[in-house]
């Protein structure tokens, strides 16, 4: 083991970490804001009156489409900022990702129409995607080896608690401060998502991140030929390994993270009509229900990333992700398939957070293990990110199916329940994927 690898994590280093964790916590702030005006923001854009069957069908089936464009521009941004951050340096890659994802979604609040609110969202993704691979190698290559899993799974608790910010940002926003105007708050809560531009003018300072050695990045490549080499014969089964595990769990998390705060909205608006209540004061109520499912699903998602660090050390990453692929088909199961009273099925969500939301924070590390320095950003930013792609399936299939329900949340909930089938197909292939536990990614 190298001196570097018995070190404390020192002042760079703990700087590093907190600007590649605020860069993950913020994007998924930036790309799961949508999903939570989408119920405003879509009928508006289309004309059509809030609250009516027509809005409802239109929003799961837009909710389904948007979230799929986004993970295929998403895909396409961790393929060429990761191969970006291999060329240029990791911190001015990260930094330029920081911005596009932040003027996008910006942007995306003065959106006069469906289309432009699209293409918004679709230059805003691009940034998104390359924000993982750029972080999680950089932190891959400057923290001490033994710090090295504990510091990626920390990365991953930004995720849920950026989600935790959206939720909390749109019900102040669309609950409490402007629940009369359905029709309107949503343009400011998208807003919000220019926040993230303060992180760039501290990455642009230089202040707490230092790239990876010139030598490192080893011979320059264009794209084309450095995607070869992932597909050559000594990295292939690291890049099946990671592209198998990559789809199968961001398409059950995408499934999952796109409709939950719509199913939460639907059942809170059934309980509004149950109880004779409209306009603001049912909207207010739908507000809060759509914030318990995410918080639930939130909570466990910050206990589970945390958990894959003992997990992955005592079972290996294969015992992990077969552990936490188990779990999460069984916690689908559970808290979709029997008739549970509502409240009920929102706190089981805590579940499906746990195993489906926590076990990203294994990708962390487990990815730049994979690779060595030259084609690390790129093969952690293409093996992620193509899983994004076969995931944008996920969302689509789900939406299309809602929508064509008499009752969208009542559809919602039933796909999800057979989306348990991809966590259980990814469990039964987890002995056959590398297994990388104790191998230390080099620097040069």
């Given at each position: 083991?190298?001196?570097?690898?018995?070190?404390?994590?020192?002042?760079l280093?703990?700087?590093?970490?907190a600007?590649?964790?605020?860069?993950?916590?913020?994007?998924?702030?930036?790309?799961?804001?949508?999903?939570?005006?989408?119920?405003?923001?879509?009928?508006?854009?289309?004309?059509?009156?809030?609250g009516?069957?027509?809005?409802?069908?239109?929003?799961?089936?837009?909710?389904?489409?948007?979230?799929?464009?986004?993970?295929?521009?998403?895909?396409?941004?961790?393929?060429?900022?990761?191969?970006?951050?291999?060329?240029?340096?990791?911190?001015?890659?990260?930094?330029?990702t920081?911005?596009?994802?932040?003027?996008?979604?910006?942007?995306?609040?003065?959106?006069?129409?469906?289309?432009?609110?699209?293409?918004?969202?679709?230059?805003?993704?691009l940034?998104i995607?390359?924000?993982?691979?750029?972080?999680?190698?950089?932190?891959?290559?400057?923290?001490?080896?033994?710090?090295r899993?504990?510091?990626g799974?920390?990365?991953?608790?930004?995720?849920?608690?950026?989600?935790?910010?959206?939720?909390?940002?749109?019900?102040?926003?669309?609950?409490?401060?402007?629940?009369?105007d359905?029709?309107?708050?949503?343009?400011w809560?998208?807003?919000?998502?220019?926040?993230?531009?303060?992180?760039?003018m501290?990455l642009?300072?230089?202040?707490?991140?230092d790239?990876?050695p010139?030598?490192?990045?080893?011979?320059?490549?264009?794209?084309?030929?450095?995607?070869?080499?992932?597909?050559?014969?000594?990295?292939?089964?690291?890049?099946?390994?990671?592209?198998?595990?990559?789809?199968?769990?961001l398409?059950?998390?995408?499934?999952c993270?796109?409709f939950?705060?719509?199913?939460?909205?639907?059942?809170?608006?059934?309980?509004?009509?149950?109880q004779?209540?409209?306009?603001?004061?049912?909207?207010?109520?739908?507000?809060?229900w759509?914030?318990?499912a995410?918080?639930?699903?939130?909570a466990?998602?910050?206990?589970?990333?945390?958990?894959?660090?003992?997990?992955?050390?005592?079972?290996?990453?294969?015992?992990?992700?077969?552990?936490?692929?188990s779990?999460g088909?069984?916690?689908?199961?559970?808290?979709?398939?029997?008739?549970w009273?509502?409240?009920?099925?929102?706190?089981?969500?805590?579940?499906?957070?746990l195993?489906?939301?926590?076990?990203?924070?294994?990708?962390?590390?487990?990815?730049?293990?994979?690779y060595?320095?030259?084609?690390?950003?790129?093969?952690?930013?293409?093996?992620?990110?193509?899983?994004?792609?076969?995931a944008a399936?996920?969302?689509?299939?789900?939406?299309?199916?809602?929508?064509?329900?008499?009752?969208?949340?009542?559809?919602?909930?039933?796909?999800?329940?057979?989306?348990?089938?991809?966590p259980?197909?990814?469990?039964?292939?987890?002995?056959?994927?590398?297994?990388?536990?104790g191998?230390?990614?080099?620097?040069?």
């Open positions: 083991m190298s001196a570097a690898a018995t070190q404390r994590l020192g002042a280093e703990w700087r590093a970490l600007a590649v964790w605020l860069g993950f916590g913020f994007d998924i702030f930036d790309a799961l804001l949508i999903n939570f005006v989408a119920p405003h923001a879509i009928p508006t854009l289309l004309g059509l009156p809030l009516s069957a027509a809005a409802k069908a239109a929003t799961a089936q837009w909710i389904g489409i948007l979230t799929a464009l986004l993970l295929v521009g998403w895909a396409i941004g961790g393929i060429v900022f990761g191969h970006l951050a291999d060329r240029i340096g990791r911190r001015r890659a990260l930094m330029l920081i911005a596009v994802y932040a003027i996008g979604t910006g942007a995306s609040a003065f959106a006069p129409s469906l289309a432009v609110l699209v293409g918004c969202r679709l230059f805003a993704s940034g995607g390359g924000e993982f691979a750029t972080g999680a190698t950089l932190i891959a290559e400057t923290v001490p080896e033994r710090h899993m504990i510091a799974a920390f990365l991953q608790t930004a995720s849920p608690l950026g989600l935790v910010l959206a939720t909390l940002v749109n019900y102040v926003v669309a609950g409490l401060w402007m629940p009369e359905p029709g309107t708050s949503w343009r809560v998208l807003a919000t998502g220019l926040a993230p531009i303060l992180l760039v501290l642009r300072s230089g202040h707490g991140v790239d990876v010139r030598a490192a990045a080893g011979p320059r490549r264009g794209l084309v030929g450095s995607l070869a080499l992932l597909f050559g014969p000594d990295l292939r089964a690291a890049t099946l390994s990671a592209v198998g595990m990559s789809v199968l769990g398409f059950a998390w995408w499934s993270n796109a939950l705060p719509t199913i939460g909205y639907g059942l809170g608006m059934h309980l509004a009509e149950q004779g209540l409209n306009g603001g004061a049912a909207i207010a109520l739908a507000e809060s759509k914030s318990t995410a918080n639930w699903f939130n466990g998602g910050v206990i589970g990333a945390l958990l894959t660090v003992p997990v992955a050390r005592r079972l290996g990453r294969r015992g992990m992700f077969a552990l936490y692929y779990v088909a069984g916690a689908l199961l559970l808290a979709f398939g029997p008739a009273p509502p409240i009920v099925a929102m706190r089981l969500t805590f579940l499906i957070g195993a489906i939301y926590g076990l990203f924070g294994a990708f962390a590390f487990y990815l730049p293990e994979l060595p320095p030259a084609v690390r950003g790129l093969g952690a930013g293409f093996s992620f990110n193509i899983g994004r792609m076969g399936l996920g969302p689509f299939i789900v939406g299309a199916y809602s929508a064509r329900q008499l009752d969208p949340t009542a559809g919602a909930i039933t796909a999800l329940t057979w989306i348990a089938l991809l259980a197909t990814a469990a039964l292939l987890t002995p056959f994927i590398v297994e990388t536990r191998r230390v990614p080099a620097r040069d």
